[in-house]
């Protein structure tokens, strides 16, 4: 009996309550540290919004365990009896900071993988509506490039590591919080909501995802409650849109002038000259402005285009909890307006029809965290997007206003006036003005199409720790649900029916093009997008240290349906695992591996297997090394080699060939009309990754430096089989047999300092990428117009070598013996003059080659500047880019199919036959000159840039004003601008370095400069 008492009471006094405090380096609370019992770990506690913590320690040991994320790490003794006062200090060398990968984080000093991050409040103050257009130059191994500047459209296209997909099938993998999203999906997301943006690279970071990994991973991560009390943000932003450069365009006298010299030069062998089109009085008129209306000059861009327009952003965050339930909630709110004038409709009764171009967006979402127990973790999460996209129904060219305006036959300087004397709106009444309405007319009258695209997700969650079983075991289920319904609700009428009239000048007389009454407007009403998919997740976790000895282990179980529509459901399945061990964070292996695949292969070889190896050593962990260079704090060198897929984009299987009834009349009479022959073993593309790289972390933490050369070898391309002739008869299926490679290196570097009160940091990164096919089926006539051994993404042209001269003609006009001439067209002085690569005497199809650079970048940069002083702060990012071909061809070259431009004034004439850089001028007739039909060099230019990609200037105010206030916590003014200044080099064309891309050169929205000046307050 007395044994009992004696050992009863020895183990209540080993149970002991220990109370504290925690700040941080400031002397603030630090909620949500993390306090354990040092050698029983499962024994803890988390400190409140105050900073206070209670843990009842059950066992001999006196030692407790401080931890924090991106903190050091404190083990202190307690003193039963003593409120413990704790001061935790920031983690400066980054050691420890948490980098995500497939499925799980590991530390950055233990991770073996390629992997680039960035937390979202680095970029959530830039004035665009999309992520992925404030990334440019942020992350090594991350290429962006934006197509347009329109609103609801800007969202710039990404690559990871370049592309090596002869199928293009390159686009990255997008997961937001365990979601698959698309391009569109992760571009209607709130900057404001997101806590990091991670790219995963390698394999040993993407062979986990299996047969959706071989193009890399983007891994978003939103924000989350936590333990503090509740705090109350809004945000606002209002900015202005200015357009970098509008091209110049000729007026109406110089291209009535470029006009007579085309139809002289078209003269050229003809035995009557053809009837000029202006006389010498007309050009008069044109140049004096006498006639304008029988003579107008208008520049089209200036009467319907502003030079800028407007953007608003407003958020509202709720975020705090305790050690039950935590909390964030956000609701956000996006506007861009158009650059289209605003025109007063005809009919005062269309005043709410709003024809202009615009953008809105909803953002809402809630993150719920609920513990009901230590060991049990329950998320629910809840976002959504809706959007609303609206463009004018007045452009008559399906690809838009901007494809108007570039238009020669559309939208010349003397096609019509703005008005007529009496304010009605004319037309075109030119041969070559195709008769189209004002274009005034036609934006303000016509109407509007209008797209809303609406984005909706569930996640419901459960984590479950099982230290009961194996201590740092714990299971982990997830179910997400996600919809995108878009639909689209137009208000139109047929712009080429609105009343117009011709005024004669000469006579001042009207006369009508047919219709005097406008339409009435009919509704367009219909869904465009209506998918759904359902992911199920189920996860055991394993990560335990051992002394030294730190092991971690994923098993998951992953299913994914998706319904498209009224098609069939696509089911992905798979598992995935990793293993991995480290010793004293110096050396450490993991293994990946996936099995995985979908419906729509053919049940035999439905999945596919994908494992991964990778390692580090870490020389700075070592003895001897610390002892001779004592200020490097990390040195690790890292490697890995495996095995990814990629099935994105394949077809549905046809196990065997599809017949059609009835067939078209034969001379048997109707029968089946037979498809094309199948193969039933079509699989997903994979490829072989190797990266080997260096992380280096020096003067605790100023400096990190990251390096990493990496080699992909992409096979199994379901590809065309060129090398089969047509004389089989039959159309031959695609075959898994394309083979190419990618390889190239990234480096990064960041140092960061404080002199007094004034901190700063400078960083810089460079990516570097080249691809090669290796294999494609071809069988060309002549080696030059192989692929095989080339880039992907080449043009395939003619070798423009300059322009032919009087010298290659004789008298009679005709060409010379030994000078090539194309069999297309009749040549003169003054045309385009392409290489005769198989010297036969003759410009054929055999003469193209594969031309110039690819139509990505191959190089890309970027330069982070960030000073800190007091209260104010300062960001700046430098872009840019090189390595690439800006192909620019139809109506951005050629003249008469574009309106003229000034490079148009320097053609070649007789006079001036050596310094030309445009061919004779001609009215759009001879296939040798028309780039759009001869597709040469002469269209392309390499392409290079460097941006002022972003700039902001904030000021933080004191804490000693907003006191004054009793309710505002913090205070924050700024003002930001996205691409303030763009420096390139284009040749001989007017066009933007990112959009400018064969026939979406000149045509496309511009890219917009945007100024923004934002408020945030904290409460």
């Known amino acids: 009996m007395f044994l009992l008492v004696f050992t009863s009471a020895k183990l209540y006094a080993q149970v002991r309550t220990i109370r504290g405090h925690i700040v941080d380096e400031k002397n603030i609370p630090l909620p949500g540290v993390s306090v354990s019992e040092e050698g029983n770990l499962r024994n803890g506690a988390v400190s409140d919004e105050n900073g206070d913590f209670v843990i009842t320690l059950k066992s001999a040991n006196n030692t407790i365990r401080f931890t924090m994320v991106s903190y050091i790490t404190l083990s202190l003794q307690a003193d039963a009896g003593k409120k413990m006062a704790i001061k935790m200090k920031p983690d400066t060398k980054g050691l420890d900071d948490v980098v995500i990968v497939g499925y799980s984080t590991q530390k950055r000093i233990t991770n073996p993988g390629a992997v680039s991050s960035i937390k979202a409040a680095e970029i959530e103050n830039i004035p665009t509506s999309s992520i992925q257009n404030t990334l440019a130059g942020r992350l090594p191994g991350f290429t962006a490039i934006q197509r347009s500047g329109q609103p609801g459209s800007d969202a710039a296209q990404f690559f990871i590591r370049g592309v090596n997909s002869i199928n293009n099938d390159n686009q990255p993998l997008i997961i937001v919080d365990d979601i698959q999203y698309t391009y569109a999906q992760v571009a209607q997301l709130d900057p404001n909501e997101i806590e990091t943006i991670t790219i995963l690279k390698d394999a040993s970071t993407t062979a986990i995802y299996g047969v959706r990994g071989a193009n890399g991973a983007m891994v978003i991560t939103t924000k989350r409650g936590m333990i503090s009390k509740p705090t109350i943000s809004l945000s606002t932003q209002f900015g202005i849109n200015q357009v970098i450069q509008y091209p110049s365009y000729l007026d109406a006298y110089a ?42 000059n208008v520049n089209w861009q200036n009467e319907l285009l502003k030079n800028s327009s407007t953007q608003s952003n407003y958020n509202v965050d709720i975020r705090g909890g305790n050690s039950k339930v935590k909390y964030f909630t956000s609701f956000g709110y996006f506007k861009q307006n158009g650059l289209l004038r605003d025109f007063t409709p005809t009919n005062p009764d269309d005043d709410g029809v709003e024809p202009n171009y615009f953008y809105n967006r909803v953002n809402f979402r809630s993150n719920l965290d609920i513990t009901p127990t ?38 010349s300087a003397f096609s019509m006036p703005v008005n007529n004397p009496n304010g ?6 030119q041969s070559w003005g195709n008769g189209y309405v004002n274009p005034i007319s036609r934006l303000a009258n016509s109407g ?39 639909e689209h609700r137009n208000l139109q009428r047929d712009p080429t029916t609105l009343p117009a009239f011709y005024y004669n000048s000469a006579n001042n007389t009207y006369s009508s093009k047919g219709n005097n009454r406008f339409p009435v407007f009919t509704q367009n009403v219909g869904n465009d997008v209506f998918n759904n998919s359902v992911n199920s997740q189920l996860s055991l976790n394993y990560d335990h240290n051992f002394g030294v000895h730190r092991v971690y282990a994923l098993a998951l179980v992953n299913d994914i349906s998706t319904v498209n529509a009224a098609d069939v459901p696509v089911n992905f399945r798979g598992i995935s695992g990793r293993l991995g061990y480290n010793f004293r964070q110096t050396y450490g292996v993991e293994f990946d ?38 200020f490097i704090d990390l040195f690790k060198f890292r490697g890995s080699y495996g095995l990814t897929g990629s099935d994105y984009g394949y077809p549905t299987v046809l196990t065997s060939i599809a017949y059609t009834l009835p067939g078209s009349g034969t001379f048997f009479g109707n029968g089946a009309t037979e498809g094309a022959l199948v193969n039933a073993d079509v699989t997903w593309e994979k490829s072989r990754k190797t990266d080997v790289g ?55 570097f ?8 004034v901190s700063y940091s400078i960083g810089g990164n460079l990516s570097h990428f080249k691809n090669k096919i290796i294999y494609i089926s071809e069988a060309p006539d002549y080696p030059y117009l192989a692929q095989t051994g080339r880039q992907i ?24 013996s030994g000078v090539a001439y194309p069999l297309w067209s009749t040549i003169q002085p003054g045309d385009m003059k392409y290489a005769d690569l198989n010297g036969d005497g003759f410009i054929t199809a055999a003469d193209q080659t594969f031309l110039a650079q690819p139509n990505i970048p191959t190089y890309t940069y970027g330069i982070n500047l960030g000073l800190n002083y007091k209260g104010f702060s300062l960001r700046a990012l430098i872009q840019g880019a090189w390595g690439y071909a800006i192909n620019v061809f139809a109506e951005g070259t050629d003249i008469f199919n574009g309106v003229p431009q000034p490079l148009h004034l320097q053609s070649w004439t007789p006079s001036n036959p050596g310094n030309a850089i445009f061919p004779r001028i001609g009215f759009n007739n001879n296939i040798n000159n028309r780039t759009w039909q001869t597709i040469s060099d002469f269209s392309l230019t390499p392409g290079s840039y460097v941006r002022l990609k972003s700039l902001e200037f904030g000021f933080q105010l004191p804490k000693k004003w907003i006191d004054k206030t009793h309710f505002i916590q913090n205070c924050r003014i700024y003002t930001a601008g996205y691409n303030l200044l763009t420096i390139r080099d284009t040749g001989k064309f007017q066009v933007d370095p990112e959009i400018a891309q064969g026939s979406n050169a000149g045509t496309a929205y511009p890219i917009t400069a945007n100024y923004t000046f934002g408020l945030q307050l904290g409460f």
Request: no cysteine; hydrophobic share 35%.
């Open 255 to 296: 291209t009535a002038v470029l006009q007579n010299e085309a139809y002289i030069n078209d003269s050229y062998g003809l035995a009557s000259p053809l009837t000029l089109p202006w006389t010498a009085a007309d050009l008069k008129m044109f140049k004096d402005g006498s006639d304008p209306y029988g003579h107008p």
């Open 374 to 411: 230590k060991t049990l973790n329950i998320r629910f999460d809840l976002n959504g997007r809706f959007e609303t996209i609206n463009n004018p129904n007045g452009p008559l060219d399906a690809a838009g206003l901007f494809k108007e305006l570039i238009s020669f036959r559309n939208l």
């Open 424 to 429: 009605s709106y004319g037309y075109a009444n």
């Open 448 to 486: 509007y199409k209008r797209n809303y695209n609406n984005n909706f997700n569930i996640v419901a969650g459960a984590n479950q720790k099982l230290d009961f079983i194996a201590q740092g075991l714990e299971a982990k289920l997830n179910v997400s649900y996600a919809s995108n319904i878009n």
């Open 593 to 630: 591996v996936a099995r995985n695949g979908n419906d729509l292969f053919r049940k035999e070889q439905r999945y596919g297997f994908f494992p991964s190896v990778s390692a580090f050593w870490n020389l700075g962990e070592e003895k001897f090394f610390k002892k001779l260079f004592p």
């Open 694 to 748: 260096v992380d280096i972390n020096m003067f605790a933490g100023k400096v990190t430096m990251s390096a990493d050369y990496f080699y992909e070898y992409r096979y199994d391309q379901l590809i065309n089989q060129g090398a089969i002739p047509s004389i089989i008869g039959q159309t031959v299926p695609r075959r898994n047999v394309g083979i190419s490679d990618n390889k190239g290196f990234e480096v990064e």
């Open 750 to 757: 960041n140092y960061r300092d404080k002199i007094g009160a």
């Open 793 to 816: 993404g080449l043009t395939k042209g003619y070798k423009f070598i300059g322009f032919y001269q009087v010298s290659d003609f004789d008298a009679n006009g005709t060409v010379r």
